[in-house]
């Protein structure tokens, strides 16, 4: 499922239960292709592995987006668990996709959710 909402882009990369690897697929096609069309911001949603499989796409789409940062494919990313108003990351982040201060997640620590700043 994708909603779109101004510049802020949120998908759910685990709906179908995708390997880790898919789901990596997933994230490298949303960075390549999502700020093409005026989206500055995509809020992964990759769960937090409550099946009992230890949360594999939470923890390698992570991995995958610090990669990515350093290469400079993207501006940052931040994990669910910091997105709050008392996070310098997510405070610079309002500045390039205004609809991050109106997201459901803001503040509730969800461990399922990354949100990537393009």
Do not use: W
């Not at 759910?12 to 960075?31: G, Q």
């Not at 989206?39 to 923890?59: D, E, M, N, W």
């Not at 996070?87 to 803001?106: Q, Y």
């Amino acid at each position: 499922m994708v909603h779109i909402t101004n510049t802020l882009r949120e998908v759910n990369i685990k709906e179908d239960l995708p390997t880790v690897d898919d789901a990596i697929k997933r994230i490298t096609y949303l960075i390549n292709n999502v700020g093409k069309s005026g989206c500055s911001a995509i809020k992964l949603i990759h769960g937090y592995g409550s099946s009992g499989k230890g949360g594999g796409i939470r923890t390698e789409a992570r991995k995958y987006l610090e990669r990515q940062k350093s290469k400079g494919a993207i501006k940052d990313f931040i994990i669910g668990e910091e997105f709050s108003i008392f996070n310098e990351a997510t405070i610079k982040a309002f500045n390039v996709c205004n609809d991050l201060r109106r997201d459901s997640d803001l503040e509730r620590s969800n461990n399922g959710i990354t949100i990537v700043v393009l």
